[in-house]
């Protein structure tokens, strides 16, 4: 099993709304991904959680809070979003980390697409 | 992280090699180049990664320089489904970090 499996594939919120995505992965991986994906551009690296604690965020506002509840689950919990955090979200993970982790291949899943109106 | 740089763009024709450029001058001598693509609306895919020696696998083959600051992804024969944006990244190792940093990548377009 390589799959990294995201709910929702679509979600609508309002400014105002909470919401949470949501990415579980049993591969047995510690390390675990979100990254921001707008049209046309790369994905970009939001939060490195490594065996349940978060190792990296890059600079990502506080409106978005990741959360790592154990080895399989990694959520993003949305609260005041604006229009302009309208993206798809990828989730992803690896083995790891530790010194020959930059060998390891990156699983991803399809992502889920957020439109905040 | 050390920055690599591709073509915009490139096209093929099905059934024909593709050869996908990639220059990383800056690498580090820990650093692994590792391909990903992403097929419209989907998450990004593993293609290859390898360090020094050329590597092959059932999807791909990557070719890297001897002086390791450039490497080239070969899709053997293309098809509509190789149609992607292919992603060259270099990975270093750094303890407890663990990126992926994407850059711009090549879009490939693959003529039936």
């Known amino acids: 099993d390589t799959e990294v499996t995201q709910t929702p594939k679509h979600l609508v919120m309002g400014m105002t709304n909470k919401k949470s995505l949501k990415c579980e992965q049993h591969m047995g991986h510690r390390a675990m991904y979100w990254y921001k994906q707008k049209a046309k551009k790369p994905p970009e690296l939001m939060f490195v959680y490594s065996y349940e604690k978060l190792s990296i965020n890059e600079s990502v506002p506080s409106r978005f809070s990741p959360e790592c509840p154990n080895s399989s689950l990694l959520n993003l919990h949305l609260h005041a979003l604006q229009p302009e955090d309208s993206a798809l979200y990828l989730c992803?993970?690896?083995?790891?980390?530790?010194?020959?982790?930059?060998?390891?291949?990156?699983?991803f899943g399809e992502g889920s697409w957020l439109t905040v109106v | 992280d050390a920055k690599t740089t591709q073509p915009n763009s490139m096209e093929s024709n099905e059934e024909e090699p593709v050869h996908l450029p990639c220059n990383h001058s800056t690498i580090s001598g820990t650093d692994y180049i590792h391909w990903y693509r992403q097929l419209p609306s989907q998450g990004p895919e593993y293609v290859i990664h390898g360090l020094t020696s050329n590597v092959n696998n059932r999807m791909a083959s990557l070719a890297i320089a001897e002086d390791r600051k450039s490497s080239t992804l070969i899709l053997h024969r293309a098809t509509l489904r190789d149609a992607a944006v292919y992603y060259c990244?270099?990975?270093?190792?750094?303890?407890?970090?663990?990126?992926?940093?994407f850059g711009t990548g090549t879009l490939l377009a693959v003529q039936p």
């Open positions: 992803a993970s690896s083995q790891g980390p530790g010194r020959q982790s930059s060998g390891n291949t990156i699983y």
């Open positions: 990244i270099l990975r270093g190792y750094g303890g407890a970090t663990n990126k992926l940093i």
